[in-house]
Structures are given as structure tokens and as C-alpha cells.
């Protein structure tokens, strides 16, 4: 939805256990978002965030703490071609900040792919996590009835051959 709710502090479940996972969270949807935040950084356990962050919905502030909360990873959500005058300033602001792109495993986009898109504006926003060297992931919209080439678009993405076959024309034999 467009709005998300505190369902409770992080002191009303955890009791020092080295690892917390959300499920689901759109934490940044909440309003008061930041003082939860706060919480999961200074606990200092190992936090998992297992859905993908809203990217649009990321600021200065809110990249500034998720910089300090400890993860072997992040997922962020690309979701619409339309935003990409948004999110993709985001984005640099994001590896700006936090210098995850270090490790290209770190973070991960998921990007939503045919869902009123083009191959080719799909292929654009994959190729621009690659230059911040953040591994996107694309989820195909209505499967089932995808053109193939979505799968193989997948592929490639979801494989160590993405960052050693720089373009997609070229893991697909000059085609797509």
C-alpha cells in the first residue's frame, strides 16, 4: 500500500540475538521510520532486510543509517521504467553513501521487467545497476505468458557470467 505502520519497537521481540530479519519491509513507507532505524544500528545485530527497500522512498538521512546498520546485504526494488528520473539519482546517492558497491554481491535490485516496459528499457536499467556495480536481479511480470527472451534475460543476470559478459546481445549471440 502507500503507507506502512509500526507494529511494534525492536525492544518488544529481540533479546540480543545476533541476527534480526524483516520480512516484508517497507520500513521506509512509515512516517516515523528513522527512530526504527536508529534501533536496528544500534543493536548491532546482523540485520536482513530479505525484501526490497523502496528506492524512492530513500534520502540522505535514511542512507545514512542504513550505512551503519551491519548486513551481508541489501535489497533494493526498481519496480517502474517511469521512475528512473528518481531512483537512478537515489541509486548514486546510495552507493555514494554507503560505498556498498564495493563488494558486487552487497546489493542486489530487484528490477521488475515486463511490466509495461521494452526489452530494450528493461536492458537500460539492468545496465545501470551494473555501472554501480550492484547485481540486478529481474523479476519477470506474468511469467507464464513472458516472451522467452525474459528468461534468458534472467539468466544472464542471475549468473557469474553477468559480470564477465558485459552486454546482453553478446550471452545471447548478438541478439535479443
Not at 548491532?44 to 535514511?62: H, I, P, T
Not at 543509517?65 to 528520473?85: F, G, P, S
Amino acid at each position: 500500500g502507500n503507507r506502512s505502520y509500526k507494529v511494534a519497537d525492536l525492544s518488544e521481540f529481540w533479546r540480543g540475538q545476533k541476527k534480526v530479519v524483516l520480512c516484508d519491509p517497507n520500513i521506509l513507507a512509515y512516517q516515523g521510520h528513522m527512530e526504527l532505524l536508529r534501533q536496528l544500528a544500534d543493536s548491532r545485530a546482523k540485520v536482513d532486510f530479505n525484501q526490497g527497500l523502496d528506492v524512492r522512498l530513500m534520502n540522505e538521512q535514511n542512507i545514512a543509517i542504513l550505512k551503519e546498520i551491519k548486513m551481508d546485504k541489501i535489497h533494493l526494488a526498481y519496480d517502474r521504467y517511469e521512475d528512473k528520473n528518481n531512483i537512478e539519482p537515489i541509486m548514486k546517492k546510495f552507493k555514494e553513501i554507503t560505498g556498498f558497491d564495493k563488494d558486487k554481491g552487497k546489493v542486489t535490485v530487484y528490477i521488475l521487467v515486463n511490466f509495461g516496459t521494452t526489452i530494450e528499457q528493461d536492458i537500460e536499467r539492468i545496465q545501470f545497476c551494473r555501472s554501480l556495480n550492484f547485481s540486478p536481479y529481474p523479476m519477470i511480470y506474468d511469467r507464464e505468458h513472458a516472451d522467452p527472451i525474459y528468461k534468458k534475460l534472467q539468466r544472464w543476470c542471475n549468473n557469474i557470467i553477468f559480470w564477465k559478459t558485459p552486454t546482453f546481445e553478446e550471452y545471447n549471440g548478438g541478439r535479443w
